[in-house]
């Protein structure tokens, strides 16, 4: 389970309408597009055990 940061980065950087990441553009006035590099992390530290998995195979 996860209580850190990834979960609050997850509720707030969402995809807009136009592609673009609206934490992003929100927290830092950064235009980036969906889904940015914290996203990613996020993503990759919720689920830790198959990423390792993943990226053993990918990078
Ligand atoms: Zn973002």
Do not use: K
């Amino acid at each position: 389970m996860t209580g850190g940061p990834e979960r609050v980065i997850l509720a707030v950087h969402v995809p807009g309408l136009d592609g673009l990441c609206v934490g992003c553009r929100a927290w830092w006035s950064r235009l980036a597009p969906y889904p940015c590099w914290q996203v990613e992390w996020a993503t990759s530290r919720q689920a830790r055990a198959s990423v390792a998995r993943f990226l053993g195979g990918v990078r």
